[in-house]
């Protein structure tokens, strides 16, 4: 039958003779070979977040193998449509191919689906600046001198959290 001659051809070409689904699968790269990696714990956090608010619910029941670039457009655009920003999309996309490269070297899958759809451009990233009385109530919601500063200098050089976060005396002028 052709079903056996497919089964014989995926054999023979060291693929693994069994089909998980997606979820099957996204669970042990998670629990067995991105622990291996030595990946830091706010990383697998991170990777936690997506597996269990989009990849899993969208992609979850579907065989791995018979996962399809339209499958990952769907998801796509249910991120989108929910409003989820470029950025959120690109990170989900990220895990899922990163998790499928493992399973095509792992002869799990003969392609990884993921590579073949284009991910969402970063789009424009400019923010307009804070009205003065918007900044006012943002330093108004300070809770302690420490923050005020942080944020102040938030707001006058207009870095984000980190990079405020991250100066020293010494980097000031």
Partial sequence: SIKLAEIRKELEAGMVNDDPTTEEWLTYW????CPERG????TLYGYD??????????LGKTRLKALSPEHVRKLHKKMRDAGKSPASIRQAHAILSRAL????REGRVRRNVA????????????????????AKKVMKAAVD???????????????RQGEALGLRWTDMD
């Fill in 39 to 42: 990946l830091k714990q706010s």
């Fill in 30 to 33: 998670r629990d067995t070979i």
């Fill in 115 to 134: 590579a073949l759809v284009d991910v969402p451009s970063a789009g424009d990233t400019h923010h307009d600046a804070l009205t003065p009385a918007q």
């Fill in 49 to 58: 977040s997506y597996l269990k608010t989009w990849l899993k619910p969208e």
């Fill in 145 to 159: 001198r420490r923050e005020l500063a942080r944020l102040t200098v938030a707001l006058v050089l207009g870095v």
């Fill in 101 to 104: 490269k493992v399973a095509e």
